[in-house]
């Protein structure tokens, strides 16, 4: 079983920052990409940005340039540095990891961490 857990998440006005963390654990497990995703009340979930384990970075037009994603030397945990927040950045930030627990293919969410951006 994976379990994974994010952390960072709070309130801050415009133009201020944040670092979310995600850690996934589990047994022999093997991470192939991890993705931050947000959803804002009445809005579909998005990607914000992704991080594979060979190091290649995606990110949402709305976000390049402000965040980003990183992973420590293991790959894990994952971090996401969100500079110059917006109002709009407002929503509950989930943490998704795809991988492997020995033969078994993983696609766990966390619960998400809420960041609420004031203007």
């Known amino acids: 079983q994976v379990h994974v857990e994010e952390s960072g998440g709070g309130l801050v006005q415009a133009g201020g920052s944040l670092e979310l963390s995600c850690e996934a654990s589990?047994?022999?497990?093997?991470?192939?990409?991890v993705g931050w995703y947000r959803q804002a009340p009445g809005k579909q979930r998005e990607l914000v940005a992704v991080?594979?384990?060979?190091?290649?970075?995606t990110y949402a037009d709305s976000v390049k340039g402000r965040f980003t994603i990183s992973r420590d030397y293991s790959g894990n945990p994952v971090y996401l540095q969100m500079n110059s927040l917006k109002p709009g950045d407002t929503a509950v930030y989930l943490c998704?990891?795809?991988?492997?627990?020995?033969?078994?293919?993983?696609?766990?969410w966390g619960q998400g961490t809420q960041v609420t951006v004031s203007s």
């Open positions: 589990g047994s022999a497990l093997r991470i192939v990409a």
């Open positions: 998704n990891v795809r991988g492997y627990s020995g033969t078994i293919q993983v696609d766990e």
């Open positions: 991080i594979t384990s060979g190091g290649s970075t």
